[in-house]
């Protein structure tokens, strides 16, 4: 598929199925393109398309049927879009490190494919929002979800959540009293269960 440059191109590609629940329009509003009048439609909608597909099957789907509804907070970024963003100071790292991230329709330096959205989990944020509860949900993807990486944000416990070929399998927190990773390769914590931190989240 080309890049859209119509309206009826652009709609094809919004309608695009990714998986039972999502569709490609889900994830391309951006409030920095809207408000700085620039489109955000990738440039290579069919890589954009695979990376997309892998994450929402294979992490949106189970953690939606595990938790109910999720909301979409940032997903997909062109870089045209991120450029901005990152130049502004809005949060986004520089288009070189969200290549196979936020900018799905570019691979990363090494070649492989990925894509994340930022995502909250309603049913779970409107029941723990006591300092320290991000984790109970941190460790429940840990334990039971193929992620790459998750970045823990303080508001409603918003959080990236990538998918890609290669997985770090990195939890980091941004949220001011937890700064920094909860567990990545060679924690003590990274391998096995971690049941006693969020049993008896699930709605």
């Not at 993807?141 to 918003?158: G, I, N, S």
Request: hydrophobic share 40%; with cysteine; proline share 6%.
């Amino acid at each position: 598929m080309r890049k859209p440059l119509t309206v009826a191109a652009l709609n094809e590609l919004g309608r695009v199925q990714l998986s039972p629940s999502f569709f490609m329009r889900d994830f391309l509003y951006s409030e920095i393109a809207a408000l700085n009048g620039l489109s955000n439609i990738p440039d290579n909608p069919d890589l954009a398309i695979e990376a997309g597909t892998r994450l929402c099957t294979e992490l949106l789907e189970p953690l939606q049927d595990a938790f109910g509804r999720i909301t979409i907070r940032s997903a997909y970024r062109s870089a045209e879009v991120n450029r901005l963003g990152h130049a502004k100071g809005h949060n986004c790292a520089s288009n070189e490190r969200n290549h196979a991230a936020h900018i799905w329709d570019v691979r990363d330096a090494r070649g492989h494919m990925g894509a994340t959205a930022c995502i909250v989990v309603p049913s779970f944020a409107n029941r723990f929002d006591q300092p320290g509860d991000w984790k109970r949900l941190a460790w429940w993807v840990h334990d039971h979800l193929p992620y790459a990486t998750m970045e823990f944000f303080p508001v409603r416990w918003a959080f990236n959540l990538g998918w890609h070929e290669v997985p770090s399998r990195m939890i980091y927190s941004h949220v001011p009293e937890d700064r920094g990773y909860l567990t990545k390769a060679g924690m003590a914590n990274h391998a096995g269960s971690h049941e006693d931190e969020w049993a008896g989240i699930l709605p």
